[in-house]
């Protein structure tokens, strides 16, 4: 578990199914990369979050609001295997996503730099980049204030997508670190 002054963000549960089915969706109108998934589809990102950190010890976390107890989203680095040039074929992916209730209240980068912190302290040196949709300005912000450099715009479909790289030498992230419920985690 990693805890920040306003957040807590561990690994999925089954539990936390319900309120991320909700999440997905929730309408988002100004982000056409925004994907419409299944319940099943849904179902199995939970389960292949759960067997990413299975595998490789790290992974997408849930973001629980730690005031409300409520589910806010999700943030974390995953091993996504895209074919976007060999440059990152080695490379983490970063992503994040938040509940319409939890947007606009700078929780996004809150638990995206904790996480980051955490991964920078377990995977020093490591690059990592992220894919941003050129129409969402808050993950374009988000992904700059994160450290990460814009390097390439590809079009996929009717949408252009900001490919992001951001160096493993130096980490912009500060972050807290609760007492661990999850051996994973550590």
């Known amino acids: 578990m ?3 002054e306003r957040l807590i963000l561990r690994p999925y549960t089954t539990e936390d199914f319900a309120a991320y089915w ?11 990369s925004r ?11 939970i389960l292949a979050a ?23 989203g999700e943030t ?8 976007i040039g060999e440059h990152l074929s080695r490379c983490d992916e970063a992503g994040w996503y938040l509940t319409a209730q939890a947007r606009g209240r700078g929780l996004g980068l809150e638990a995206a730099q904790a996480v ?9 040196g490591r690059r990592t ?4 949709d050129s129409a969402n300005t ?10 990460y450099e814009a390097r390439d715009l590809r079009s996929c479909g009717n949408q252009e997508l900001v490919i992001f790289e951001r160096s493993g030498a130096k980490g912009t992230a500060r972050f807290y670190h609760a007492p661990s419920q999850s051996a994973a985690l550590h």
């Open 50 to 72: 759960a067997g990413h950190w299975a595998m490789f010890g790290y992974g997408l976390l849930a973001v629980v609001d730690k005031a409300t107890g409520d589910y806010a």
């Open 2 to 4: 990693i805890e920040t």
């Open 129 to 132: 980049y992220c894919i941003v």
């Open 76 to 83: 974390g680095l995953v091993n996504m295997q895209r074919d």
């Open 35 to 45: 994907q419409t998934l299944s319940q099943e589809d849904a179902w199995q990102r």
């Open 22 to 32: 909700a999440m997905l969706c929730e309408p988002v109108d100004r982000f056409p």
């Open 116 to 124: 980051h912190g955490w991964y920078a302290a377990r995977f020093a």
């Open 138 to 147: 808050p993950s374009l912000n988000l992904a700059i204030k994160l450290g």
